[in-house]
């Protein structure tokens, strides 16, 4: 036994002791109670990390990726993403003549002139300097006239490369959301936070707008989690109600960007990046924030939005890195999983889930074990199956079976995995995909691993599997992989 393999066995076995004398009401090492229990705690993150070294250990001495490496292929796109929001309707024309003059100080008079020269950004943007002028003076005031929101989010929506206009539309959400109960009320709404969001991520001028759009989705989001004047010196500030109906501002925000584009996905690690920095909102609470999100994706487009969040979030290490990890305590596995589910027969969400799953399990031993347990390589399968017309999906799915096949024997047990299942799967989509040169190198890459692994030359060539192999190497002579 190796000093490895020393100190997890005695990990192994104090944590056993551990759970013992929690269970019987006794100590350990002079611990009891609470002391003990924080104690198991550090003991399984120490075994997390010793079996996630000994994993990575393996796949070094029998040269093998330890995970799922179905996101590994630079050359195999996702496919394209849609948005829910749908189209919006084109401007109504503009009154006749001369901008009619309106009072700058009349809420009513702001709106109305927006809205009859929604064409006109110059006008908008009049319009909008006037209602951030409004906000900051009484947010309270312009955030509870029903059609203030609703209005601006139009115009921002009409006028996406009007500089002046998408500028003030951010000073105005931006005066908004300092006022907390307004910004809990009002803001922290899946499309109010999806404009700020889009806004946040164009890396367009004046830079300012950009900025505007942060604090705002910052101010909005710490509105819930941590209410102005709550701080580790000062007793706790009231916490905000949700509204009733609301998911809250954190919930929000990523449904936000699963129904968004790719750019504003992409900004979402950076925002939380922020809120951590200014100690707002810890890795674990957004972790569990995302989590819940999950449940408000109702159509397959917002459930792939989801998962390539998931994938986006999964990856961020480098800004919070904390938050990987997070995501998986926090059931992050299993929510991808359960849209998967749902969506079988949507192609783009199986891909962005097999995708999502790899990135979150990654080189994280709980990763593997949650995606174990949660049936993960089933959900690979049923999408092959479900999709054998799909190349790429056949080849994400290829490769994440042959992972499996290098696991050690308790986590293949645990995930339920069939290598035997995973050979017909694979010589399945060799047969429907004979032209497609990486589906085919991912196929036979994945045959020797069973073949090494498990000496399955029976079960290769059983249904002709044998001629199989043999015509591709025919067919693609050229291809020296």
């Avoid at 006037?130 to 203030?148: H, I, K, M």
């Amino acid at each position: 036994m190796t000093s490895a393999d020393s100190e997890l066995f005695n990990t192994q076995v104090e944590l056993q002791a551990v759970k013992k004398a929690l269970r019987d009401g006794g100590a350990h090492l002079g611990l009891k109670g609470e002391a003990l229990t924080r104690y198991l705690l550090q003991l399984n993150e120490k075994e997390n990390l010793l079996l996630s070294k000994q994993l990575r250990s393996m796949a070094a001495k029998d040269h093998f990726e330890p995970l799922l490496p179905a996101a590994a292929s630079p050359t195999m796109s996702m496919v394209p993403m849609t948005t829910t929001n749908g189209s919006v309707p084109p401007p109504r024309p503009a009154p006749d003549g001369q901008p009619k003059a309106f009072d700058r100080e009349s809420l009513a008079e702001v709106l109305t002139h927006m809205i009859e020269y929604e064409a006109v950004p110059t006008e908008c943007a009049k319009s909008l300097r006037a209602l951030s002028s409004l906000a900051y003076a009484n947010a309270r005031c312009v955030g509870e006239d029903d059609r203030a929101l609703p209005v601006l989010l139009r115009v921002l929506t009409l006028h996406p490369s009007e500089g002046v206009v998408q500028l003030t539309a951010m000073r105005a959400l931006c005066n908004m959301a300092y006022d907390q109960a307004m910004a809990m009320k009002r803001l922290a709404h899946p499309d109010v936070m999806g404009g700020l969001l889009l806004a946040m991520a164009v890396d367009a001028e004046p830079k300012e707008t950009a900025a505007r759009a942060s604090e705002a989705l910052a101010r909005i989001v710490a509105a819930e989690v941590k209410p102005e004047g709550e701080s580790s010196s000062s007793p706790p500030a009231e916490k905000l109600e949700v509204p009733a109906g609301s998911s809250g501002a954190l919930v929000s925000l990523f449904v936000a960007a699963s129904r968004g584009e790719a750019l504003a996905r992409e900004a979402v690690p950076r925002l939380l990046a922020q809120l951590a920095s200014n100690e707002v909102m810890e890795a674990k609470v957004a972790a569990e924030g995302f989590v819940k999100a999950e449940q408000e994706c109702r159509m397959a487009s917002e459930g792939a939005g989801w998962l390539a969040q998931a994938k986006v979030l999964s990856s961020s290490e480098a800004l919070l890195f904390e938050l990987p990890a997070a995501l998986v305590e926090a059931g992050a596995v299993r929510a991808a999983a359960g849209i998967m589910t749902r969506f079988l027969q949507d192609a783009t969400v199986q891909l962005t889930g097999i995708e999502a799953m790899s990135s979150l399990v990654g080189n994280r031993w709980a990763g593997l074990r949650a995606f174990a347990d949660v049936g993960g390589m089933e959900r690979v399968e049923e999408a092959m199956k479900e999709h054998c017309g799909n190349a790429i999906i056949q080849t994400k799915g290829v490769r994440a079976l042959g992972s499996g096949v290098q696991w050690p024997q308790e986590v293949q047990e645990r995930a339920r995995y069939s290598f035997r299942r995973a050979v017909e799967l694979t010589k399945l989509a060799m047969s429907q995909h004979a032209v497609d040169v990486e589906l085919q190198i991912a196929s036979l890459e994945a045959l020797e691993k069973y073949l090494l692994k498990t000496k399955c030359v029976q079960e290769v060539k059983e249904s002709g599997g044998e001629g199989l192999v043999k015509m591709m190497m025919t067919t693609h002579v050229d291809n020296t992989k």
